[in-house]
């Protein structure tokens, strides 16, 4: 591989740039927008989800609909800010009417969050429903099962799988059991487990 063709080689912005003309896959022909991911480039916490809804491919930002709103709640439940956190998706382009990417538009996609994960190098990566965690961690079982477990993955990352926030939204209950309980119960081990082995950052010294 030419290094000007290896994503590894490149910045995170300069990879947006090239993520933003892709055609490797036929979601490039309905998409508005690509969504390629934002947040702190050197984020200890990413956030990993499907793909992009209908509100995402408007704007070209992750994360911006009713599903991502509730992600806000989640995360600001126990002091986590987009601020501090980078997010993006398996799949960086909108598949037709949200439905679940295909396994060739995935691999067609899979080196990009590849690099993001490399250049990012989070130490906890939060995969959103079913779709990323079965594809970063192929053989994981079902998130109804697997939902906050601490997996250890390459290089000394966890990977911590919870309900996608648009699951929440379809389960609004609040009682003990419920999706909307079971993650709040999510976040807050990954808040300890970020205050336990998170980096320290210049402003925490201060
Ligand atoms: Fe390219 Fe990924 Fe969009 Fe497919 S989904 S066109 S691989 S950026």
New binding site residues.
Partial sequence: MNRSDDPYALTLDALEER?NK???????ET?TH?VFGEGDPHADLMLVGE?PGEVEDNTGHPFVGPAGHKLDDVLSSVGISRAEIYITNV???RPPGNRV?TKK?ME??SP?LEAQIALVNPKLIITLGNTPTQWLVPGAGGITHIHGSFIPWRGGIEIVPMFHPSYLLRNPSRSKGSPKYLTWMDIKKVRKWLDDNGRQRDSDRL
């Fill in positions: 993520v892709c055609t490797k896959c036929p979601l490039s998409r690509v793909g799949v960086k382009c990417p538009e067609a996609c990009y």
